[in-house]
């Protein structure tokens, strides 16, 4: 089913570089949070909820376009879970750091993710505890990489706890830090590029499932800062507790 949901990400970023590749202006609208959603983002949920309707139309979908209500959900132990177009803020600056996320939730456990960039046409993918990076027809294995001075990645758009971020990288002792938008931190890590994600920010569980599962299968630890591995398991908040993706 893997590469089903891989093609089924091409087509929704296919559908989002229609919308970023337009010159007219974008339609921008702003949820309760004030988070951005645009017509790019709406048109790769129907491609994914339809495509995910037709594969595996008993296993029910949480998407970030479409959340169902806590009544609804709090029994799921098998679901989708789904990102349509994960850092719009990237895709509305323009610089192309944005994906499709999507996961398969199993008892609170990413088993299934796919990572698309549609800009680079770079695919991640995990399976099976399993990872791989898909480009220019080539389909290579993923597996996370020390270095020294390790590489730092933080988020680019979305606002950490700048004293907690700051007080961290203080005491890491030397290092580099890039900074990233969207579930490609995930990514960077999985494929050694990076070796380590802190986030002291908040995010949500759509943002972080598919790379979760990319990272995981490569070999990274996805953790809360009490040394829990990161869980899907159906609560009322969507809001994840900070984390760290790193090799240990």
Known sequence: MLEQICQLAREAGAAIMTVYQHDKPLDVAHKIDDSPVTNADLAAHQIIKKGLAILTPKIPLLSEEDPPDWSVRQTWQHYWLVDPLDGTKEFLDRNGEF??????????????????????EAMYSAENGKAWKEKGGQRLPLRVCD???????????????????????????????????????????????????????????????AGHAVAAAAGAKVRDWEGKTLSYIPRESFLNPGFRVSLF
Not at 111 to 119: H, I, T
Not at 147 to 156: G, T
Not at 188 to 207: C, H, K, M
């Open 99 to 120: 994906t499709v996320n999507i996961a398969l939730i199993n008892k609170g456990e990413p088993v299934l993710g796919v990572v698309y960039s549609p800009v680079t």
């Open 147 to 209: 270095a020294r001075p390790p590489l730092v990645v933080i988020s680019r758009s979305h606002s950490d706890n700048d004293n907690e971020l700051t007080d961290y990288l203080q005491h890491l002792g030397e290092h580099q830090t890039v900074a990233v938008g969207s579930s490609l931190k995930f990514c960077l890590v999985a494929e050694g590029s990076a070796q380590l994600y802190p986030r002291f920010g908040l995010t949500n569980i759509w943002d972080t499932a």
